[in-house]
């Protein structure tokens, strides 16, 4: 049996982020810690685009944020270089909030049971773009989003949380995912919280969490 894993720790967690685009999730995990619901630390933010709002509200908040640009680089050396920002910044947690490349399995391989994604469906239904419209077109009538370990398959790794959308009569694919987009918001930093804060392992691909030890009451 393979021993709980334990984040807990006696200084804040080390949160990373890769993001592409407009960083909503990015933004709900800072307000999470701004309200002290996660109790961590945004370590390093990196964009592989230049104009993405979410770079931009991290370099307007003072963060350590990056932008690396992709071109003239092979897949490798990118991911080379988003390692190196990552290990300096001491990262327990790598979360990818709309990062819009997929991660050399190297990379991936570095990072063993560190990097987490949200996607906006119940995986294994639906990976990979658009996951909102497939469902929409597959004509389902409930979806949701969820969040995962990021392994070397697409959108294939354990999950750890998942939320569910009801198709209600009348919702078009924007609606859909927008009221998809609010769940994402509420699990993405309770997820992070959670691993933070509760010891888990894996049994196969099953996350199992464990119970938080009971703190010893203080002697009088
Ligand atoms: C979200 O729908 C997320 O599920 C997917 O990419 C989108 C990112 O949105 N992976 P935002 O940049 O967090 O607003």
């Not at 804040?12 to 685009?21: E, F, N």
């Not at 701004?34 to 685009?49: M, P």
């Not at 859909?176 to 309770?190: G, T």
Request: aromatic share 8%; hydrophobic share 45%; charged share 20%.
């Amino acid at each position: 049996m393979v021993d709980f894993f334990e984040h807990r720790r006696p200084s804040k967690a080390r949160l990373a982020v890769l993001l592409s685009g407009r960083g909503s999730n990015f933004q709900a995990i800072v307000r999470a810690i701004d309200q002290g619901a996660i109790w961590a630390e945004i370590a390093v933010v990196i964009s592989n685009r230049e104009q993405a709002l979410g770079l931009e509200f991290a370099r307007q908040r003072g963060m350590n944020a990056h932008f690396v640009p992709v071109a003239g680089r092979t897949r490798e050396a990118y991911d080379a270089e988003l390692a190196t920002l990552l290990e300096a910044a001491n990262a327990d947690l790598i979360c990818l909030a709309g990062y819009m490349r997929l991660l050399t399995p190297d990379f991936v391989r570095r990072f063993p049971n560190k990097i987490l994604n949200i996607h906006p469906s119940l995986l294994p239904a639906f990976p990979g773009l658009d996951a909102q419209q497939q469902a929409w077109d597959y004509g389902v009538q409930y979806t949701g989003c969820t969040v995962h370990f990021v392994d070397e398959s697409l959108d294939g790794g354990p999950i750890v949380m998942q939320a569910i959308v009801e198709v209600k009569p009348g919702e078009d694919a924007h609606s859909l995912a927008d009221h998809i987009l609010e769940q994402e918001h509420r699990i993405y930093p309770q997820a992070v919280e959670r691993l933070l804060t509760v010891p888990w392992r894996f049994e196969g691909r099953r996350l199992i969490w464990g119970e938080i030890a009971a703190t010893k009451p203080e002697q009088s």
